[in-house]
């Protein structure tokens, strides 16, 4: 099956400094989400990517969709301490056969400590 | 505009129990699909459904199973509890409108402990 692997698992950094994650596929993705969960809350959306190659950005959040469709990264600029959390990647496949319908495969999630 | 409500919140149940969890999706959102997470294994996809219709599962054992109502809110079902339900339960709701790029919205989850 589809697998997704994201990195780093966790990254510890200061308050004002840039951070990247990024997400690769064994398969092609038509769409790839990044999301961020809080301890004890569901995971909220940050950014959708709908074309290979899209470079989308949400305030001091960007992402991108590889031009393969397998990969995708996101970049927070000038963290602050409310970025904490944990940032998921999750892609959607082509629904081929009905296979994809609602069907969202996530990266393990980037751990994300920020220090004042 | 609200968004996607799971009630409860929390449960505890007994192993051998059953369990019945409720999510309301964001007005007008159609397709509503369930996930678990856990620590071990991440967020696993459970099902979809659409217009009160199953269009997806994922590899869960059938002690799992769902349910969608016209008023397109949903409840997911699990029967004989093990130790190893206890997880936090997502629905998601989209849009899933023809030609329109729909995103996935979660809900807050329940927290099930098995014990």
């Known amino acids: 099956g589809q697998q997704l692997n994201q990195s780093p698992q966790s990254m510890f950094i200061q308050e004002g400094e840039d951070v990247s994650m990024n997400c690769t596929s064994s398969s092609i993705f038509n769409t790839w989400l990044w999301y961020k969960q809080e301890p004890g809350e569901g995971p909220v959306l940050l950014i959708a990517l709908y074309k290979a190659g899209e470079l989308t950005s949400n305030g001091r959040l960007t992402a991108q969709f590889g031009i393969t469709r397998k990969d995708s990264f996101l970049h927070i600029s000038a963290s602050i301490p409310s970025d904490v959390g944990i940032y998921f990647c999750?892609?959607?496949?082509?629904?081929?056969?009905?296979?994809?319908?609602?069907?969202?495969?996530f990266g393990q999630g980037t751990i994300l400590t920020v220090h004042p | 505009k609200a968004g996607v409500t799971q009630t409860p919140r929390y449960l505890i149940k007994t192993r051998g129990q059953q369990v019945t969890l409720s999510c309301s999706p964001i007005s007008g959102h159609r397709s509503v699909s369930w996930y678990q997470q856990t620590p071990g294994q991440g967020l696993q996809f459970l099902f979809e459904y659409f217009s009160e219709t199953q269009r997806n599962k994922g590899n869960f054992p059938g002690r799992f199973s769902g349910r969608q109502f016209s008023n397109s809110r949903s409840e997911m079902n699990v029967s004989t509890l093990e130790l190893g339900d206890s997880a936090l339960y997502l629905c998601?709701?989209?849009?899933?409108?023809?030609?329109?790029?729909?995103?996935?919205?979660f809900g807050q989850g329940t927290r099930l402990t098995v014990v």
């Open positions: 999750a892609g959607q496949g082509a629904n081929a056969g009905g296979t994809s319908y609602g069907k969202l495969t």
């Open positions: 998601a709701s989209s849009l899933d409108r023809p030609g329109v790029n729909t995103e996935a919205f």
